[in-house]
């Protein structure tokens, strides 16, 4: 089964940057799409960056881009989300997501559209 793991939440000052982890394992198709979702206290669950095993895809979030930068390590099965000049606002428990295809490529950003899920990594952000 598809299995994945987030690691790399901490606590950062404003304006500091962390690189999260998902470990990923399970896939029983090459073509999927892993994607960073997160979720603040009272706040609704939402679509942080996604990347294709396809093509290397991507997709940000509007309040992301420029700052958080996802990418795909292949060979050591992980993917990663680099995030710099963190704010306040990026303070959050971000889970790790994945889909399968089904040999349409269009990225999905929301998260009805993943079926698989990690447990989450928290992270802090103080000012």
């Known amino acids: 089964e598809v299995r994945l793991v987030e690691s790399g939440g901490a606590l950062v000052q404003a304006g500091g940057s962390l690189r999260l982890s998902c470990a990923y394992s399970g896939f029983s198709c090459e073509e999927y799409h892993i994607g960073w979702f997160r979720q603040a206290p009272g706040k609704e669950r939402e679509g942080v960056s996604c990347?294709?095993?396809?093509?290397?895809?991507?997709y940000y979030g509007e309040s992301v881009k420029g700052r958080f930068a996802i990418s795909d390590d292949n060979a050591g099965n992980k993917v990663y989300l680099q995030m710099n000049s963190l704010q306040a606002d990026d303070a959050a428990v971000y889970y790790c997501?994945?889909?399968?295809?089904?040999?349409?490529?269009?990225?999905?950003?929301?998260?009805?559209?993943?079926?698989?899920w990690g447990q989450g990594t928290q992270v802090t952000v103080s000012s």
């Open positions: 990347i294709s095993s396809v093509d290397d895809s991507t």
């Open positions: 997501a994945a889909r399968y295809t089904y040999s349409r490529n269009t990225l999905r950003t929301r998260p009805y559209g993943y079926d698989f």
